[in-house]
């Protein structure tokens, strides 16, 4: 975890994002396996339909935005920086910014793939 002069996030921001995304995503968790449960007592295994593979496949994706957008908030962020503070980095924020950005990227393929699903 990056200390706060590092990080582009505050640290309350930070904390605040994980609290409100993890409740979130325990609501929907609990959405998609009460889903889960009444389609297999219903239907059984043998009869899932398409629809209950791409939510099984949209819960996942929405697990990994979950994950990415906290691991981008909690450390040294991305290629988001103000102007000028780029000769104070040390070479450690600028390993920590370059994964962050690597995860941005994955965040935003988690984001862009559910739209694929929809149409």
């Known amino acids: 975890m990056a200390d706060q002069t590092t990080t582009t996030f505050d640290n309350s921001f930070a904390h605040t994002l994980a609290v409100q995304s993890w409740s979130l ?4 968790a609990l959405i998609f396996a009460l889903r889960l449960f009444t389609r297999l007592r219903w239907t059984g295994w043998k009869n899932f339909e398409l629809d209950d593979y791409l939510s099984a496949l949209a819960f996942g ?4 935005l979950i994950v990415c957008l906290n691991v981008i908030a909690d450390g040294g962020g991305s290629n988001l920086y103000p102007p000028g503070s780029y000769d104070t ?3 450690e924020d600028i390993k920590e910014r370059i994964y962050g950005s690597k995860i941005v990227i994955v965040s935003e393929q988690v984001m862009a793939i559910p739209h694929l699903i929809t149409l």
């Open 61 to 64: 994706l929405y697990t990994g």
């Open 25 to 28: 995503y325990g609501v929907g």
């Open 89 to 91: 980095f040390t070479p």
